[in-house]
């Protein structure tokens, strides 16, 4: 069984620029996350889908940052205008409930630099 | 509110010495609980969970937890580690947020094994 891949795996970008992020999850996990993981920090939630509906986007800077998973199962994380303050891997997670004792398996991540 | 608090930033041990990581929580009702670990440049895997029952649980590669709901605490330990151990442990706990259920870490400790 494949697990959740990202890509791209690195990104560099200068402040202003914009950046997507993708994540595939497994097959048949229904719940998708988004993650910010600043160095040397836990994850954080960002956002989260069951099939192609937000539950919880509470904690995503909405100003800057989106989120969709038209189809329920692939989805895209955007930064619009990118700030210093974003430097921090992205991790995309996905589970096959959303229930609170549901096991979460997690991508590699995308390693984010703005410069 | 819920958190999760893991004090140690950083621990060494020798190669085949005994282990323990901490762990606090503080969560209103009984937590679910969960360990992970982060090998670089790699995303978190389940070492371990917690939902109810015998207070001390197994997990992969001779793992165990024990949980303390006196002491708010779900401690890691292994009892003889190896120099592949080395990697960065999360603790964190499933809990409700304003409606929705999320994984809440804590910082993470970095492990270092000896040779």
């Known amino acids: 069984e494949a697990g959740v891949t990202q890509s791209p795996r690195y990104a560099v970008l200068q402040e202003g620029q914009a950046v997507s992020f993708w994540c595939d999850p497994i097959s048949g996990h229904d719940t998708l996350y988004w993650y910010q993981q600043p160095r040397d920090q836990g994850p954080q939630l960002l956002v989260y889908?069951?099939?192609?509906?937000?539950?919880?986007n509470s904690q995503l800077p909405s100003d800057r940052f989106s989120a969709v998973r038209p189809k329920g199962t692939n989805s895209t994380l955007k930064i619009q205008s990118a700030k210093q303050g974003d430097t921090a891997t992205y991790l995309c997670a996905s589970s096959p409930s959303q229930y609170n004792y549901a096991e979460q398996f997690f991508g590699p991540g995308t390693r984010l630099t703005v410069l | 509110a819920q958190s999760v608090t893991q004090p140690d930033a950083r621990v060494t041990v020798s190669e085949g010495a005994s282990l323990q990581l901490r762990c606090k929580y503080s969560?209103?009702?009984?937590?679910?609980l969960f360990w992970y670990v982060q090998y670089p440049r790699q995303g978190l895997q389940l070492l371990l969970k917690y939902y109810s029952g015998d207070p001390v649980v197994q997990g992969v590669n001779s793992f165990e937890a024990e949980f303390s709901k006196s002491n708010s605490s779900f401690h890691l330990q292994k009892a003889s580690v190896h120099w592949s151990d080395s990697a960065v442990y999360f603790c964190a706990l499933s809990g409700a947020s304003s409606g929705s259920w999320q994984l809440i870490f804590g910082s993470g400790t970095q492990l270092t094994v000896m040779p």
């Open positions: 889908f069951r099939d192609e509906a937000v539950i919880d």
């Open positions: 969560y209103s009702a009984t937590p679910y």
